[in-house]
């Protein structure tokens, strides 16, 4: 279906929802599909493609992405912050007590609940792994994964290898201990998962499927909560600790597809990753083969759409949930290397190839079909309100 087709479609079911709905219902006409350029805001409901260029002095652009000057130590720099007020707890052990700040929303409604228990909730149980690199003390405790034994840990370390100090954390349960290290210069470029496992145990009953561990080792300060949307529709949610959060994954298998979310405290997105493959030859063809967009399918759909406008060197932030519950609105924009504005023929241009490769079709889909529930539910309603009441007085 091409955008004639759709804008066509659109049409019919506004006009339709005009005509059966019990109430008066505003639905915006869809513009002509023009994209934002220089600074604008974007987003796409259930009903129409709404664009609005937004003033320069009303936002101030910054790239969320970690950057430093060079020379910054960000190891010392990362763990000063990290074990800031940290409690001892043995020798070269202390107790993590950063946290972020507390969510001012229900985080519940994002996805299944994954607690971190600090260390006054789990104790920390020791650990004999091996190690790969020579540790620096002290070991700082983040928690354990509530209702498991998995436990997190991180601490510096300087590599047998190349003798460059590194930040790493590890994961340890009772069955294997997963180890990830960042040196300094891979600390300003690494995403929000800084990697997985898959652990297959030996065989337990009713347990065939692997457990693995996703960890989020460089989170924001800022961040109040981290969200996990896999492929498959599951969702995981944790409040981090120390800007760490690890989540457990039964049947995660050897591939990670996905997203993975870093929120403030009012469940804005500071941070965002798109995990798994984004091949632009086949990624849309990929998420439509069934002919259904689910909401994790739009929502990678969308990121790795706005991952590619960053690849570009456009200005990106967001994108942050609307009141919906469906619809993910953006802001970008473009500058040369003076600082002044690029054309906004090259933005355009930008965006349109992204948006092509990555979400337009997967866009159009999705809200086709929230279009299509709401005129479902309308004429749901009218059938009910149009069923006469029963007259049965219990004669016969």
Request: aromatic share 8%; with cysteine.
């Amino acid at each position: 279906m091409n955008d004639v087709q759709i804008d066509e479609q659109l049409r019919r079911f506004a006009a339709a929802v005009a005509e059966t709905s019990p109430d008066p219902r505003h639905v915006p006409a869809r513009p002509a599909p023009r994209r934002p350029v220089n600074p604008a805001v974007a987003f796409v409901s259930a009903f129409a493609l709404i664009v609005g260029v937004v003033g320069l002095g009303a936002f101030l652009l910054v790239d969320r992405a970690d950057t430093v000057a060079g020379g910054t130590d960000l190891v010392e720099e990362r763990w000063a912050w990290l074990t800031a007020g940290a409690v001892p707890l043995q020798a070269d052990l202390v107790g993590v007590v950063t946290r972020g700040p507390t969510p001012r929303f229900d985080p519940a409604t994002l996805g299944e609940i994954q607690r971190l228990l600090p260390f006054d909730e789990a104790p920390y149980e020791t650990s004999t792994a091996p190690s790969a690199e020579t540790q620096m003390p002290p070991l700082a405790y983040i928690g354990t994964i509530e209702d498991t034994s998995t436990q997190v840990v991180a601490y510096r370390a300087i590599g047998l290898r190349l003798g460059e100090k590194m930040m790493c954390l590890r994961v340890q349960t009772q069955d294997v201990n997963a180890s990830g290290c960042l040196p300094n210069d891979a600390m300003q470029k690494v995403g929000l998962v800084t990697g997985f496992d898959s652990v297959v145990p030996e065989p337990v009953p009713g347990v065939p499927e692997p457990v693995g561990h996703v960890r989020l080792a460089m989170l924001p300060p800022e961040t109040s909560v981290v969200v996990l949307r896999l492929a498959d529709g599951r969702s995981f949610v944790q409040q981090p600790i120390g800007g760490v959060s690890v989540i457990e994954v039964v049947g995660l298998g050897e591939s990670l597809v996905g997203t993975a979310q870093a929120l403030d405290a009012d469940g804005n997105v500071i941070k965002y990753e798109v995990l798994g493959s984004a091949d632009s030859s086949s990624f849309q063809n990929e998420i439509l083969a069934d002919g259904v967009v689910e909401f994790v399918e739009y929502e990678r759909a969308v990121f790795a759409m706005l991952a590619c406008l960053r690849d570009t060197g456009l200005e990106v932030w967001g994108p942050t949930l609307e009141s919906d519950g469906f619809t993910y609105s953006y802001l970008y924009r473009g500058l040369d290397l003076s600082g002044e504005l690029l054309p906004d023929s090259v933005v355009e241009a930008r965006f349109l190839s992204c948006e092509g490769s990555y979400s337009e079709r997967v866009e159009s889909t999705w809200f086709l079909q929230k279009y299509q529930e709401s005129i479902a539910s309308n004429l749901e309603k009218i059938q009910e309100s149009k069923t006469p009441p029963s007259t049965d007085d219990g004669n016969d």
